[in-house]
């Protein structure tokens, strides 16, 4: 024990049973009275926990919920926290066994929680018990505490490293008493939190120091385990304003057709072969480069793996050598990560880069498997084959969203992402070289999302590749396993649907139903793509027919008419956006 003249701690909570509990006072915040006797008995175990270890500890207690009033909920743990800060002090911890798993306000609740940290006062929260992420537990400031089955007493704690879970403790089968002192058995992670708060407490009184006693924490832990970090890549740290292209492949062509969707402007598309005109653009032959030209400041380097392989040529060696003899910045879509020598020469000499790292190997699977989930509306684009002009809907889509006056959040499969504006790129089509096993690539995806659901888009628009189901079984390479995951990882709430002309219905059918029951998603709006493509074309590259238009419409209303979803095909956008905004506005 401490004394008598120990500090306090708060706790936010259901109220206390003041005939369980001695040395409390507190305020309810429900109805602003000095009434905080507890009608659902949570926050009498917890404070129970607490008190039985401390019992000359004075605790106050916020009442923040109750019976009638289950949910806790943003605007009230804000007001709560508010309240602490202007009207309390000598108080060392403030503990929280509840938590939000969605935050529209999120930066203000971060905000407060940042100004008890400057304070060097603890805040201690339980993750929610929904298995998820949740708030105020997650931020970076807040000790996050999760309960682990293999803690079996008090006395054992699990510290977790590169983690929004910092700690986890006994939460299951405790012997605590409800408001009425009867002892009842009850588990969660709001009862593996007070271990946590216990062992600040006991530090505090030895070491008074906040990093000194977080430090002590941590070396007391019975078990450390260590999460790979998975961090999300935010893109190239330069700006374009006018660039040259090469090679004048698929995703170089896409780029070229959507310019006017750009920031920058393309100045020459670069061909390795023979000069030739491509798209209302004539291009030059690689040879021919004016690599001192002043009118060009970056150059956007497609994939040219495979045709390298076929040709022996060195083009992407000798575009980065250029690149740093003419001071010219670099967006490669392929990994450039064995060139780092000459990279290393970039900063050295003010010059930048960008590449996605996508042969990083992460070899430790993550232990913390909760996710993060999203205030913000989330919408998919989906495919049933490749080759579908995914990516010119995806961003034609965010065009006409921005275009309406909606800020459009946006994910991107593509290497190519950044340039249109995407807030975060995972790529997992061609050359993405992607291999990182299920459970890592949906805790990393779903990380990248939560990092745009905080920046207060109406909406976020996430791009998928291929084909969502297989279409034919026995071979795995066949099986979408990354656009399963991206799935999972994204949560979205409605699906766009990308069809060939061609698809059979039965295909298609299975496709709604499969993307109709993953998540809580559904299908909103089916896209018909106006280019027939032979399936050989696959392999053998044949060029895609135009459909003439009467017999698109004449598909779209037959599919329209099955499947009792709209269909949408050629320049469409703004009956689409109007399906779009319906749906979301229910």
């Not at 600040?200 to 006693?213: A, F, G, H, K, P």
């Given at each position: ?12 909570d259901?109220?206390?049973?003041k ?16 009434n905080?006797?507890?009608d ?9 926990q607490?008190?039985?270890q401390?019992?000359?500890l004075?605790?106050?207690i916020?009442k923040?919920?109750?019976k009638e009033h ?16 202007n ?6 911890l403030?503990?929280?066994s ?6 529209d306000n999120?930066?203000?609740?971060e ?16 993750f929610?018990?929904?298995g998820c992420?949740?708030f ?10 999760d309960y682990?089955?293999?803690c ?21 089968d ?36 906040y ?8 070396e ?10 998975l ?13 040259i ?5 698929k995703e ?27 798209d209302?653009?004539t291009s030059?032959?690689y ?8 009118h060009?400041?970056?150059?956007i ?19 980065i050598?250029?690149?740093l ?14 060139y780092?020598d ?9 010059i930048?880069?960008y ?7 992460i070899?430790?699977t ?9 205030s ?13 002009g995914k990516?010119?809907?995806q ?6 969203l ?16 950044f ?39 109406d909406?976020?628009?996430v ?8 279409y ?19 949560c979205?709430?409605g699906?766009?649907?990308t ?25 909103i ?21 135009n ?8 598909k ?16 469409q956008?703004s ?11 229910e």
């Amino acid at each position: 024990a401490w004394g008598e003249k120990m500090s306090k701690i708060v706790i936010i909570d259901s109220g206390v049973a003041k005939d369980v509990i001695g040395n409390c006072s507190g305020y309810n915040l429900i109805d602003y009275s000095l009434n905080i006797e507890d009608d659902l008995g949570h926050g009498t175990a917890v404070a129970y926990q607490i008190s039985k270890q401390h019992p000359y500890l004075s605790i106050f207690i916020i009442k923040l919920f109750d019976k009638e009033h289950r949910e806790i909920s943003e605007e009230k743990l804000i007001e709560a926290l508010d309240w602490i800060y202007n009207q309390l002090d000598d108080y060392i911890l403030i503990h929280i066994s509840a938590g939000i798993k969605t935050c529209d306000n999120y930066y203000q609740l971060e905000k407060i929680c940042k100004k008890f940290f400057k304070k060097n006062i603890f805040i201690v929260s339980a993750f929610d018990n929904a298995g998820c992420m949740s708030f105020p537990a997650a931020f970076e400031n807040v000790i996050g505490v999760d309960y682990d089955v293999t803690c079996v007493d008090a006395s054992t704690y699990i510290h977790i490293k590169n983690s929004p879970v910092n700690f986890k403790a006994k939460g299951i089968d405790w012997r605590l008493p409800n408001e009425k002192g009867h002892f009842c058995t009850v588990s969660g992670s709001s009862f593996a939190a007070p271990v946590i708060s216990n062992k600040i407490i006991d530090l505090y009184y030895r070491y008074r120091d906040y990093n000194v006693i977080l430090k002590k924490l941590i070396e007391g832990a019975n078990r450390i385990e260590e999460n790979p970090k998975l961090y999300v890549n935010n893109g190239p740290d330069f700006h374009i304003n006018e660039a040259i292209v090469l090679p004048y492949n698929k995703e170089i062509q896409t780029l070229v057709l959507n310019q006017n969707k750009l920031k920058f402007e393309i100045k020459e598309i670069v061909e390795i072969g023979i000069s030739q005109k491509q798209d209302k653009y004539t291009s030059i032959a690689y040879k021919n480069i004016n690599w001192a030209d002043k009118h060009f400041d970056t150059v956007i380097l497609g994939h040219l793996e495979v045709l390298e392989k076929a040709t022996n040529l060195k083009i992407t060696e000798n575009v980065i050598k250029n690149c740093l003899m003419y001071r010219k910045n670099l967006y490669a879509f392929d990994d450039i990560s064995s060139y780092k020598d000459i990279l290393n020469e970039f900063k050295k000499n003010g010059i930048s880069y960008y590449y996605y790292p996508v042969k990083q190997k992460i070899n430790k699977t993550s232990t913390v498997r909760r996710l993060y989930n999203f205030s913000t509306p989330v919408l998919g684009v989906v495919g049933t084959s490749p080759r579908q002009g995914k990516l010119t809907l995806q961003v034609n889509l965010k065009s006409s969203l921005e275009n309406v006056g909606y800020k459009c959040g946006f994910f991107s499969t593509e290497q190519s992402g950044f340039l249109y504006g995407a807030d975060c790129i995972f790529p997992n089509g061609y050359g993405s070289g992607n291999s990182n096993e299920s459970i890592n690539t949906i805790i990393l995806i779903n990380k990248m999302m939560h990092s745009i659901d905080i920046k207060g888009y109406d909406i976020i628009l996430v791009g998928f590749q291929s084909q969502i189901i297989p279409y034919s079984l026995g071979n795995i390479g066949f099986y979408p396993l990354a656009q399963h995951d991206q799935i999972l990882a994204t949560c979205p709430d409605g699906f766009i649907l990308t069809v060939n002309y061609d698809d059979a219905e039965d295909y298609i059918e299975r496709a709604i139903n499969y993307l109709n029951s993953i998540v809580y998603g559904e299908v909103i709006a089916i896209y018909l793509f106006g280019y027939k493509i032979d399936r050989l074309s696959f392999i053998q590259h044949k060029e895609p027919v135009n459909i003439e238009k009467d017999l698109l419409s004449a598909k779209a209303r037959s599919l329209a008419e099955k499947f009792g979803i709209p269909v949408f095909f050629d320049n469409q956008y703004s009956e689409l956006i109007e399906t779009i905004e319906n749906f979301f506005q229910e």
